[in-house]
């Protein structure tokens, strides 16, 4: 299953309202080391399922939301939970050491 793309109008429900927390990945498609994550993401999913929920927001289609998270650079993958933001990694980041942060985020 693939990590799903949200759209602006759909952050509130699935990520500000959601029950389980949300790692939120802020990217462009024309960024290589956004593209380098994705499959990182992919397996993250896997591996964090019914722990965490991953979604991805493309800064240049949701422009509001980038702004509003402080979005300096892609990739930023922001972990939110309870509609607060927990913890914030930029650039590329291996499955391990994704887990591993997520991991101590949910302690």
């Known amino acids: 299953m693939s990590v799903k793309i949200i759209k602006q109008s759909d952050f509130k429900k699935e990520v500000l309202e959601s029950k389980t927390p949300t790692l939120v990945d802020f990217y462009a498609d024309w960024c290589p080391p956004c593209r ?5 993401l992919e397996s993250a999913q896997k591996e964090l399922s019914g722990k965490v929920n991953i979604v991805k927001v493309n800064i240049d289609e949701s422009e509001e939301l980038a702004r509003k998270y402080m979005v300096m650079s ?3 993958l922001v972990v939110i939970d309870g509609g607060e933001e927990k913890e914030r990694m930029t650039g590329f980041v291996n ?3 994704l887990i591993d942060k997520v991991n101590e985020v949910l302690k």
């Open 36 to 40: 380098a994550l994705a499959p990182v």
């Open 74 to 76: 892609i990739p930023t």
């Open 95 to 97: 499955m391990q050491a």
